[in-house]
């Protein structure tokens, strides 16, 4: 089983297996029908889509940032419903970086679902392996009365989060470090593309999820990954870091990231800078 990476070559070796399931999760934060269309213009063979947007995102209440987190027994319901059984192999994939296919991976790691995996490269290795691609829209053949106990799920979330209270709380008397994944001029406060508030948590580092590729868009091996974290965190332990991001999506490249190095037992802030200014009275610090 494939637990972290898959290459194109490991995965078109399994495309077709009854126990594998592939997702596409091409997105477009600009543009929320870009990765739809694109998964029906061309897609790995077999491959279902799950959309961002709607599929993997909890209803926005205007306090709960911009891509809340589904309660976990809704995001097991849609899985059961995609085919998923327990002791499947999982694997996702995007056209962005990983950066929509880590948030999957994390999601699904946090229902408790261990054996899933990032197509690395993701659709531009996939092309440039000479990989087979179908079109069309491809519906999951699994009837809600097969879906019913297909899933077992763990009582506790497998992959821990923090709330906002704890977030903030933590800049009073820090207990955990913050690692910010945004770009470094979001971070500093100089732009803000997605939000009405500039800056950052006070406190938070910065390291772009960006870092962690090389150049041609796939993971920087683990060593290389292992001491760039531990350059910028020096002594704490990974147990005490929290991640966030804009609405907590390039947060799970960056524990993906991580995890992938050896460095385990991260959390996610899911609501992260959208939640964050959502409420006027928290912190803001620029620079």
């Known amino acids: 089983m494939f637990d972290y990476l898959v290459t194109p070559e490991q995965l078109r070796a399994n495309l077709g297996r009854a126990d594998w399931l592939v997702f596409d999760v091409r997105h477009d934060l600009a543009d929320h029908q870009a990765g739809r269309r694109a998964y029906e213009q061309g897609?790995?063979?077999?491959a279902l889509f799950l959309d961002h947007e709607t599929?993997?995102?909890?209803?926005?209440?205007?306090?709960?940032?911009?891509?809340?987190?589904?309660?976990?027994?809704?995001?097991?319901?849609?899985?059961?419903?995609?085919?998923?059984?327990s002791g499947m192999q999982v694997v996702a994939y995007d056209a962005q970086g990983s950066?929509?296919?880590?948030?999957?991976?994390?999601?699904l790691r946090w229902l408790g679902h261990p054996h899933v995996a990032i197509l690395d490269g993701g659709w531009q290795a996939w092309r440039e392996a000479g990989g087979e691609v179908e079109t069309g829209r491809r519906q999951p053949s699994?009837?809600?009365?097969?879906?019913?106990?297909?899933?077992?799920?763990?009582?506790?979330a497998a992959m821990p989060t923090v709330?906002?209270?704890q977030v903030l709380a933590n800049i009073a008397q820090p207990v955990f470090?913050?690692?910010?994944?945004?770009?470094?001029?979001?971070?500093?406060?100089?732009?803000?593309p997605m939000d009405p508030v500039a800056g950052h948590i006070p406190g938070a580092l910065n390291r772009s999820h960006m870092n962690n590729l090389d150049a041609q868009g796939r993971f920087k091996p683990a060593g290389q990954l292992q001491q760039e974290f531990q350059a910028l965190l020096g002594d704490t332990p990974a147990s005490q870091v929290v991640h966030q991001c804009g609405s907590g999506i390039t947060a799970c490249h960056n524990l993906f990231a991580m995890e992938l190095a050896g460095l385990n037992g991260s959390r996610i802030y899911p609501g992260s800078w959208s939640e964050w200014v959502s409420d006027p009275t928290r912190p803001v610090a620029r620079g």
């Open 43 to 46: 897609h790995i063979p077999g």
């Open 177 to 192: 470090t913050v690692i910010d994944a945004r770009a470094p001029e979001r971070y500093r406060g100089e732009v803000e």
């Open 99 to 107: 950066l929509f296919a880590s948030h999957l991976w994390w999601m």
């Open 142 to 156: 699994v009837s809600e009365a097969q879906a019913v106990q297909s899933l077992n799920l763990p009582r506790q």
């Open 163 to 165: 709330q906002a209270d």
């Open 55 to 85: 599929d993997l995102a909890a209803p926005r209440t205007g306090a709960n940032g911009r891509h809340p987190l589904p309660d976990r027994q809704d995001l097991a319901a849609l899985m059961r419903l995609q085919g998923l059984t």
